[in-house]
């Protein structure tokens, strides 16, 4: 490389003397060449204010008549010094030996009254004919494709190399040739030594054409097991020694060979939690921050050739024979990446003008030094190494968008702050979109073991709704719904109860689907209702109706071909791909053409936040440990997961475990965390059993919270959740394997953990980084996330400015959080400071047992002593306060509801939910319009902030009559069988459905029973039950849809008498008498993960016209949690018992869901006029319209009978008649819609 430096003489016009300016070096390089083809020519020279550099149009290259045309120029439109580097390619057909390159530069400046020309030369070697190898990435235990390339001069007919590797690190899979036609042979002898031989051969007197060809792709898997992170191949001459043969049979030696390196990355497994992930995206439809583009990158935005891959538009870059590039640094928003984020982008490769490389750049402060790259290594800069210049595999597949992920650790971006990006390309065209990273994310689920309550689902274009527990066992839960077999075109759908389903910018949708091995579909889709169904995803051949497809890019996205057959496969959907982010879904269709289709947790992915407790360092503590195990810190074997170290826990025959206590600063486990942990298993020493313990501080049972992998070998505490809790196998060995516990498992919902244990049974181990996982939850309804509500004015004081800021903690939901910096001290009192928003246009209506929330991180550096949340009730009056920590508040009464006091500061340095009951603020029932954030001396950072609805507000029913809620009825004695208990507790989840407590079964294994009960034992007067005749009893279970039982029973007493039962799910109970109403069959096990109502005729248990004194709650196996039980009055000895088609409910929609068009027909099935005489049972139904439908009648609720088929008239309607009704105990009716 020859360095000059550029000396130009000019004159100021108001001086006399003469000044000389040096410039930046220029450099010119010749990057590669090659005998007789191409090389190509880097010139660098430095630019500054004004300067217009052009290339002169001829370069001569001395002992050729070369003369390539080339125009290049550069405008700098900023005033200060900048390197501006030029690349071209020349071909030429050059001898081997010495050359002399001349370049000639002109120079001039529209500022300064200067004009230059510059010959600058350099001296280059040619070689012979080059083998390169190319270096790839891929993870542990899988398997990459490793190109080897052919420079030459178009001459050269077969080429034999071998490859040395270590076998202990890379498998050699196979080789496969890219030359058309030609023959490639594979000696495989050497394979344990580390060495293969390849050898490939064009028929005679055919050539490899001139310049740099691919001439085989090589196969490696690289070992599941290991510290290996990188591992070099090597082209050498064992057991096919390096060849080049030309056309007419000469042997030449090759000029120069490069082996090339493989590097290894352990992607960590999810397990025991949440699978899932979503995308944050950085850069969109815009700019992050909407911030300015490099005024020297020429910005390509396209909306069209290709449609873009989510929003609408997307970024085209070229790069035409020489590097192209579009960049931007210094944004004001930045993107904060995890040490478990993946980065991301969506690249679409232009089938007509494929580049040789295209290339993700990240900034971080002031370095550049973070790339990935696809293809061959055409960049100028960096070394090939960490961080700097990663080779990720093969250019992508051409003419179609796709994926591009790289693990933030392996850029060296984990833990960082992204301020920039730069997009490139080599030679050629290519189109970006959705550039972000990808978080953990945790799952919203809407359609589940069955629709929300009160959803509506009598679309009459849908199909019925079927739902099964069977064939295949659900992905999750008691059910899941089952599009029947069948040909064409078929969609079950449900319009949601209440417009409160909204779908984040970051959010992915997701479902998850099973396909019939045997009858499988050709397409399926999922569909998304906001303003119109135009939002659609399909897998598949494309077979949409005409009358679907409006043309809009969201109205028919393709997002693959259709999954695995007979298996459960998860589905996501980016939001935006579809046009939901940021809106809110009123409807929800599932479509298959053909086949047999299973559906089951169907909702939203929404990102989640990791905090780890314990990382490099520990929080401010003492370290303990007991049987032995000390505390030890290692570096290497295996490489850390994330940091610099980990803690080893060495090889051990027995129990061994290590921990802390009375951590400073604590961790809060917020409602809906999930607790999580790294560990690394040695594949050739694996312990029998993982355990995780967390100690709360507090109660007697302190340790009482432990999730273990493998063999149950704990000797301390009862077996199950939370004392022991069960989470699985052991995890993979070899690789690091991210373990993550519902905190509510543990019973650490809402609490704060103040030590923690790391604990195995033999074996030998590392742990890596632990800490929790914070996500929003669905029962959070959002008022102020990226910017105040419409219409609002800000104000503060002791604050200079409403700090809105994404530097800091990443935030839960959006990309910013606003910030309360240290007071500036102006005002009285000086360390109280505050920002607030007032008069927002529309009103926050707060509803009966609704809590206000928001999101806080202290920061660490700078405690306030007080922290408060005020709001305004829309009459300019803000006495609604709570506040944590000291009472530092100068203002208002020091009383509810002007001033609240909710407890101790919370930890720092962590995303903590702060909640307040409206009530205790006199908000109920009030509609609030300004929030204050306040603190007392200290600084914090602030999330989203709004209100927890009340769940029991929607679904229940106004003719209960309760008898059990929040405590027994009067004069009843608590009692307990089979190891069960009175548990009465208002964690969440679930969280009371009414009340401020629910009580739940005691955890038992699998299959065995137990039972918690009251009755009036003591004789005195007590609240009884009366049953009436046609009453009906219910209560409302929750099952745990991540530890399910298999039965759930509920027993009634009537006298002395117990054997009034009623049971879903197996028949477990070995204690009731074999007779009709000691054990009656409801059927299969209710919905799980949502609190359900349990019904049962009062007939049906015998218990008409008789009194009440006790009532019993039973489960076997799992956690199940139970609320609110009683009567429901009847009015009719015969009931209709419902729909068999469906198991929605069939409810009115409520005022607030906007019917679409094509949904206004639709009816709602429903009983009319009654009557029971003698002549037996009559009544007229409603129904749809022409419908046809079978009616069916049972005695018990479990055998059904055909009664009658008939079909509706125009306005739905039509007649029954039971004429068997007459002198029955009981009758129920059931519809079978056809």
């Known amino acids: 490389m020859l360095h000059l430096y550029q000396y130009i003489v000019y004159t100021f016009v108001l001086l006399t003397s003469t000044t000389v300016r040096a410039y930046n070096p220029i450099d010119v390089e010749v990057i590669k060449v090659s005998q007789g083809t191409l090389f190509e020519v880097t010139i660098t020279l430095g630019a500054v204010c004004g300067d217009e550099v052009t290339w002169d149009d001829t370069l001569t290259l001395e002992g050729t008549n070369l003369f390539i045309g080339v125009f290049v120029r550069s405008k700098s439109e900023i005033c200060l010094p900048a390197l501006v580097s030029y690349s071209h390619q020349y071909f030429a057909s050059l001898e081997e030996g010495e050359y002399l390159m001349t370049v000639v530069l002109h120079s001039s400046n529209r500022f300064y009254p200067y004009e230059h020309w510059y010959e600058y030369s350099t001296t280059f070697s040619v070689g012979g004919p080059e083998l390169r190898a190319s270096d790839t990435t891929l993870e542990r235990g899988q398997t990459c494709a490793m190109p080897v390339s052919l420079t030459s001069a178009g001459n050269v007919n077969a080429v034999g190399f071998s490859l040395s590797f270590d076998p202990n690190v890379l498998s050699f899979v196979g080789a496969t040739s890219r030359l058309t036609g030609a023959t490639l042979n594979v000696n495989r002898t050497q394979l344990s030594a580390g060495q293969v031989g390849l050898a490939l051969a064009l028929p005679a007197g055919q050539a490899i054409p001139a310049g740099e060809q691919v001439l085989v792709e090589v196969a490696w898997t690289a070992s599941s097991t290991g510290d290996t992170t990188e591992s070099r191949v090597e082209i050498g ?105 993946n980065m991301v982008a969506y690249v679409y490769v ?47 597949a051409l003419g179609r968008w796709v994926r591009l992920e790289v693990p933030a650790r392996v850029l060296g971006l984990e833990g960082k702050e992204v301020n920039g990006v730069a997009l490139n390309v080599y030679d050629g065209d290519a189109t970006f979109d959705h550039i972000g990273k990808v978080v953990p994310a945790r799952d919203h689920l809407w359609v589940d073991d069955d629709v929300p309550a009160g959803s509506f689902t009598n679309f009459p274009w849908a199909s019925a709704w079927n739902w099964t527990n069977a064939n295949p066992t659900p992905f999750s839960g008691t059910r899941m719904h089952v599009m029947p077999a069948g040909t064409g075109l078929r969609t079950q759908a449900l319009g949601f109860p209440a417009a409160d389903v909204l779908v984040g910018a970051d959010d992915s949708l997701i479902s998850h689907v099973y396909l019939d091995p045997a009858n499988p579909p050709r397409m399926i889709i999922l569909q998304w209702h906001t303003d119109s169904w135009e939002h659609r995803a399909y897998w598949g051949e494309d077979l949409f109706p005409e009358a679907w497809s409006k043309g809009r890019l969201t109205s028919k996205r393709y997002m693959g071909p259709l999954p695995s057959a007979g298996q459960w496969i998860r589905l996501s959907v980016p939001a935006g791909v579809v046009g939901l982010g940021g809106r809110t879904v009123t409807a929800l269709a599932f479509s298959a053409h053909d086949g047999r289709v299973a559906w089951d947790n169907t909702g939203k992915a929404v990102p989640a936040v990791d905090y780890f407790w314990v990382g490099d360092e520990i929080p401010a503590t003492r370290v303990q440990s007991y049987t032995g195990e000390a505390w030890q810190w290692a570096t290497n074997n295996p490489t850390p997961f994330a940091g610099n170290r980990f803690r080893l826990s060495p090889a051990a025959a027995d129990y061994q475990g290590h921990f802390f206590l009375n951590a400073a600063p604590p961790m809060y486990v917020n409602p809906g965390d999930h607790l999580l942990a790294y560990v690394y298993l040695d594949p050739a020493n694996p312990p029998r059993m993982v355990m995780l313990q967390w100690h709360d501080g507090v109660t007697a049972n302190a340790w009482g919270h432990r999730a273990y992998w493998g063999e149950n070998l704990f000797r301390y505490g009862n077996d199950g959740p939370p004392d022991r809790c069960y989470m699985g196998p052991l995890p993979a060995t070899g690789q690091w394997v991210r373990l993550e516990v519902p905190a509510h498992l543990v019973g650490l919902s809402g609490k704060t953990v103040r030590g923690m244990s790391f604990d195995r049974f033999g074996g030998r181990m590392a742990w890596g980084p632990a800490g929790k996982s914070s996500a929003s939850q669905p029962d959070e309804v959002v008022w102020l996330a990226d910017a105040a509500p419409p219409g609002a004015r800000v104000e503060t004081y002791n604050e200079s400015a409403w700090t809105r800021t994404s530097v800091g903690p990443a935030p839960l939901v959006g990309a910013w959080k606003h910030y309360s910096p240290p007071s500036t001290r102006v005002s009285l009192p000086r360390l109280y400071h505050q920002h607030l928003f007032r008069d927002a246009s529309a009103a926050f209506p707060m509803g009966a047992g609704e809590r206000l929330f928001a999101w806080v991180c202290l920061d660490p550096q700078k405690l306030p002593e007080m922290l408060m949340l005020q709001w305004d009730d829309g009459t300019s009056s803000w006495a609604h306060r709570a506040y944590w920590g000291a009472n530092k508040f100068a203002w208002g009464k020091d009383a509810p509801p002007d001033r609240v006091y909710l407890g101790p500061l919370p930890p720092a340095g962590q995303w903590v939910r702060l909640e307040a009951p409206a009530s205790l603020l006199a908000l109920e029932g009030r509609n609030v319009r300004g929030m204050a954030f306040s603190l007392h001396d200290g600084a914090a950072w602030w999330g989203h902030s709004g209100k927890l609805i009340n769940v029991a507000n929607r679904i229940l029913p106004t003719n209960e009559w309760v008898w059990v809620e929040d405590a027994l ?60 005749p046609g009453d009906r009893l219910f209560c409302y279970v929750y099952l745990d849809p991540l530890v399910l039982p298999q039965m759930v029973m509920l027993q009634w007493r009537n006298e002395k008498s117990w054997e009034h039962r009623a049971y879903w799910g197996d028949d477990l109970c070995d204690f009731c008498a074999d007779r009709p109403a000691s054990r009656v069959f409801m059927g299969p096990l209710p919905p799980a993960g949502r609190w359900v109502r349990l019904e049962v005729p009062a007939r049906v248990v015998g218990l008409e016209s008789r009194t009440v004194n006790g009532m019993a709650f039973t489960a076997a196996g799992g956690l199940v949690y139970w609320d609110r039980a009683g009567k429901v009055p009847g009015t009719a000895a015969v009931q209709l018992a419902g729909l068999s088609s469906s198991g929605s409910s069939d409810s009115d929609l409520p005022p607030s869901f906007a019917l679409p068009a094509e949904m206004q027909a639709a009816t709602r099935y429903r009983i009319e006029s009654p009557t029971h005489d003698a002549t037996g049972f009559h009544a007229v139904l409603a129904g749809e319209p022409g419908h046809s439908y079978r009616i069916e009648v049972s005695e018990d609720l479990v055998n059904w009978v055909p009664l009658d088929e008939v079909r509706a008239d125009v306005a739905g309607r039509f007649e029954i008649h039971d004429p068997a009704a007459t002198g029955a105990a009981a009758r129920f009716y059931r519809l079978v819609a056809d």
């Open 350 to 396: 232009d089938p007509a003008c494929p580049p040789r490389m295209v290339m993700l750049q990240f900034r971080q402060g002031t370095s550049w030094e973070h790339r990935a790259y696809w293809g061959e290594d055409r960049f100028p800069y960096g070394a090939n190494g960490p961080t700097s210049k990663v080779r990720m595999g093969n250019l992508p």
């Open 969 to 1028: 009825p009067a004069g009843a004695t608590p009692m307990t069988a089979g190891d069960d208990a009175w548990i009465w507790t208002e964690d969440y989840p679930p969280g009371p459905l009414s009340g401020g407590r629910y009580h739940r079964s005691k955890w038992a294994p699998n299959q065995v029973t137990r039972t918690h009960y009251f009755a009036n034992y003591s004789g005195a007067t007590g609240q009884t039950m009366a049953i009436n």
């Open 237 to 341: 001459s064992v057991p096919i020694p390096v060849e080049i043969v030309v056309v007419g049979g000469n042997v030449i030696d090759p000029g120069q060979t490069n082996g090339a390196w493989v590097r290894i990355i352990s992607t960590p497994l999810l397990e025991s939690g949440a699978p899932s992930s979503t995308d944050v995206v950085y850069i969109g439809d815009d700019l992050p921050g909407n911030m300015l583009a490099d005024p020297n990158s020429t910005w390509s935005w396209v909306d069209r050739q290709p449609a873009p891959f989510s929003g609408t538009r997307a970024l085209r870059v070229s790069g035409f024979a020489a590097l192209g590039q579009l960049s931007f640094r210094d944004a004001p928003q930045v993107l904060r990446v995890g040490p478990t984020d």
